[in-house]
């Protein structure tokens, strides 16, 4: 099937490479699309494979201009087999583009791989991409007690420029009541997913409309407007307000509303039906309130242990479709848990987003009061946002509180990530990489006095060679203290800190093991050994040093992708 109006419609991928675009192959193509609540999400794995002359650096992912208007979050990371989605601490840059040549009504991301990709080889990585209001609900309006049917439209192809050798495409429902779905070659139907493919060699911009009719009772929860207020007291403590504007997003609800039927019939209340929000506060917060204009709800509650509280909040009455409600929670927070002191500067880390699940937030709007005096103040985040800064007089202040504003749109819960500090994590882990391959050039000058060594036998200048590195190492050895405890110190840097941590051990056991050989090798010298004697003394030595190195390079790989 040629381009047509359903481009408009489906998610595609196409590489920009030099020189032709046709020299570049998707070898295989897995597609994951998750509609189990009311935000859509595909997860999709991509095998490249450069069939040209020149060497890859970059691949396309494309959307078309009406879906990309919904796209909320996009990444690519690694390929991981048994990831299903997530957010993950290593991701490729991406950027937005415009590349020639290419049909029109399409949306074009750039994405840079690790290394680029040379003639022949192929390369694995996952794209994650979200979206908002892309579901339909049909019909548009229920009454109080029906259940709630939706729409979704898509490309049972993935549509590309490129010759397409394997593809399949999987849609995962919330149950197993479909009223009706697009029936191909090779569709299947396993419970609540349905599954499409495998398709082998499609042409370029192939391309095969599917729709889905399906159950899909989850509340659909979004946030016109949500603004949260984070205040770092004088007195220990660090205030959250959030004041919430909730409409369902769902199906409108028909008819008059009746309160003695939901009290009757409990199921009368609707399955649709927002009956209660569940927030994940982080594990100390205490003070915690829940308020509308009346005033304090006394419907919510509170559980917790070490790890998380989760806050269960239930509005005053059940949310149909189109209803709307507003309301404020708040909590306060140890200083401690969120401030934190490096090089003579102080740090906020404090997730970004709304702890609400499953909530799509239409305009975020984050205020951040600093004490007064604050100055130099920065904001790094791993996404982008609007930012400008204002002043908020409150008592004995006497010029104000400076308050760092963020705004930011189209938001999704991958969105609730630290806003402050990756990029200090990112550029310490930088330098703890640097500190490690300056070690590793040290290891191959004592590896090369010890090759002059068996040449020369000259061995108080393999003994110098020694004691020279010894310093380099101790000064090195210096450097890497406070970066690793900046990292260790870092909320930001937990999931990744263990990889940083590892590259650290390895290399210290690399250097031991190399210091062994050293000495085992100037001893045999010294008592005039002879070379094969010398060679079968350091042998297993070697052995055990060939593997760790190989470690401590993949580990340096895996940071580079950082």
């Known amino acids: 099937m040629g381009i047509s109006r359903f481009v408009l419609l489906v998610f595609t991928i196409s590489m920009l490479a030099s020189p032709a675009l046709s020299d570049l192959v998707l070898s295989k193509v897995d597609r994951r699309i998750y509609l189990t609540s009311h935000i859509v999400r595909i997860s999709s794995t991509l095998e490249v494979e450069n069939a040209g002359p020149e060497t890859v650096s970059k691949v396309l992912l494309a959307f078309p201009d009406l879906q990309a208007q919904n796209l909320a979050y996009l990444m690519a990371s690694p390929h991981e087999a048994k990831a299903k989605f997530k957010v993950s601490v290593v991701s490729f840059p991406i950027d937005v583009v415009k590349p020639e040549d290419m049909p029109p009504g399409v949306t074009f991301y750039s994405v840079s791989l690790p290394q680029g990709l040379t003639v022949g080889a192929s390369f694995t990585f996952d794209v994650l991409a979200v979206f908002t209001h892309a579901l339909r609900p049909m019909p548009e309006q229920i009454g109080q007690a029906d259940i709630q049917l939706v729409l979704y439209q898509d490309s ?48 370029a911009f192939s391309s095969s ?69 569940v927030a994940h506060l982080p594990p100390r917060a205490h003070s915690v309130y829940y308020r509308d204009a009346i005033g304090n709800i006394s419907t919510s509650h509170l559980r917790g242990d070490s790890k998380k509280a989760e806050l269960l909040i239930e509005p005053r009455y059940p949310m149909f479709g189109g209803w709307r409600t507003a309301f404020t929670i708040g909590y306060g927070l140890p200083l401690q848990d969120c401030l934190y002191e490096s090089e003579g500067r102080r740090f906020l880390n404090i997730t970004f987003s709304s702890p609400v699940i499953e909530l799509v937030i239409d305009t975020l709007i984050v205020k951040v009061v600093l004490p007064e005096g604050s100055s130099d103040i920065s904001v790094a985040a791993p996404f982008f946002m609007k930012q400008c800064q204002e002043t908020k007089i409150s008592h004995l202040d006497i010029v104000g509180r400076p308050v760092v504003v963020l705004e930011k749109t189209n938001l999704v819960p991958e969105h609730n990530q630290y806003f402050q500090q990756w990029e200090e994590v990112r550029v310490a882990i930088q330098h703890v990489h640097n500190i490690i391959c300056q070690c590793l050039a040290t290891h191959d000058k004592l590896e090369a006095s010890l090759r002059d060594l068996s040449r020369t036998g000259e061995v108080q200048a393999c003994k110098a060679a020694r004691k ?16 690793m405890t900046f990292l260790q110190s870092s909320p930001s840097a937990v999931q990744v800190l263990s990889k940083v941590e590892e590259l650290v051990a390895k290399e210290r056991e690399l250097l031991e093991k190399l ?26 030595q070697q052995q055990k040093i060939t593997a760790l190195r190989q470690e401590v390079d993949d580990l340096l790989e895996f940071i580079d992708e950082i």
Do not use: C
């Open 156 to 203: 049972a192809y993935y549509l590309s420029p490129y010759v397409v050798k394997v593809q399949s495409l999987s849609l995962k429902l919330p149950d197993s009541r479909i009223e009706s779905y697009t029936t191909l070659e090779s569709t299947k139907v396993q419970g609540s997913e349905i599954k499409y493919g495998p398709y082998e060699n499609l042409p």
């Open 209 to 277: 409309p599917i729709t889905v009719h399906f159950q899909n009772n989850l509340p659909f929860t979004i946030a016109q407007e949500l603004v949260r207020e984070i205040e770092i007291s004088h007195w220990g403590n660090v205030l959250v307000t959030e004041h919430y504007k909730l409409i369902h997003g769902g199906a409108q609800s028909k008819g008059e509303f009746s309160r003695l039927e939901p009290q009757a019939r409990e199921n009368v209340q609707g399955p649709s039906a927002v009956r209660y929000l």
């Open 468 to 483: 020279s590195t010894d310093g380099l190492l101790k000064e090195l050895s210096k450097e890497l203290k406070p970066l």
């Open 515 to 540: 210091m062994a050989k050293h000495s085992t090798a100037v001893e045999a010298y010294d008592k005039k050994s002879g070379a094969r004697d010398i060679e079968s003394r350091i042998a297993l």
